[in-house]
Structure formats: structure tokens, C-alpha cells
């Protein structure tokens, strides 16, 4: 078997993510961008079943997967959905001292990811979820 061509490209794949998440949310540099990548990420994993969260993770880029899951405490009470505003400021609160993420973020990290993945694949996985995954994800 050869190496699949995701893993192949990932390191290029993920450096391109994070230069679009950066610039659509007018941050400085990609290490800013990392932070509210990873909240955002997190923000919307606590919001899924394990199962929905696998899901949701089998369509992300490789290195996008690893953070999705890097640090998971599945025993975390599952959160409901929120307005935007709410899980924005979720968002902010990682790491605070060091998050630049802007009132945008979900928005801005939702159409980077856009920008780099299968949409027709995200939207028939989002399908499967809470309703209000679809709107979380929403560009």
C-alpha cells in the first residue's frame, strides 16, 4: 500500500489552512491564528457526541484532525449550542493572555476550512449532526 496522498501533503495542506485563517481574520502571524484555530476546534467539539465528534474528524485534513482531537477529555460534559456571540467568547477564553482570536473567529476559521476541504463531504457528515452544527460551520 502507498502512502496516502493526505499524509503526503499535510505539513503544505495545513500551512495553507492556517495563512488563510490568518489573513480572513486579519491577524499578524499564523502562531496568533493557531490559538483560535484550537478554540475553535474545541469549542465545537464540546458540543458533539464521541461518535458525532469521529465523524466530524474524518473529513478534516490530517494535521486540522490532530488538533480537532489532541486533548480530549471525554468525560468533559457535553455543552449545548449557543448563540455565536457566547461560543465566541469561548473561543477567546483559551489560553486568554495569548488569544487574538476577533469577534469573527468562528466565521473566519468556518470559511478557511471552507477554503481547504471536500465541502460536499463536510456538508453530508454536518447532515448527520445536530442541527446546529451546520450553522456552527456556516461561512
Do not use: C
Amino acid at each position: 500500500m502507498t502512502l496516502p496522498s493526505e499524509y503526503q501533503r499535510a505539513s503544505q495542506e495545513f500551512e495553507k489552512f492556517m495563512v488563510d485563517a490568518r489573513d480572513i481574520s486579519g491577524l499578524a502571524t499564523t502562531n496568533m491564528a493557531y490559538t483560535m484555530v484550537q478554540g475553535v476546534l474545541q469549542a465545537f467539539r464540546r458540543r458533539l457526541s464521541v461518535r458525532d465528534a469521529a465523524l466530524f474528524a474524518n473529513v478534516l485534513p490530517a494535521v486540522v484532525r490532530a488538533i480537532f482531537a489532541a486533548d480530549w477529555n471525554t468525560d468533559e460534559p457535553r455543552r449545548a449550542f449557543e448563540d455565536r456571540a457566547a461560543m465566541t467568547k469561548e473561543v477567546q477564553a483559551l489560553r486568554s493572555a495569548h488569544n487574538f482570536a476577533p469577534d469573527t473567529a468562528i466565521q473566519d476559521v468556518a470559511t478557511a476550512l471552507r477554503r481547504n476541504i471536500d465541502e460536499t463531504a463536510l456538508d453530508r457528515v454536518l447532515a448527520k449532526l445536530p442541527e446546529e452544527a451546520a450553522q456552527f460551520w456556516r461561512a
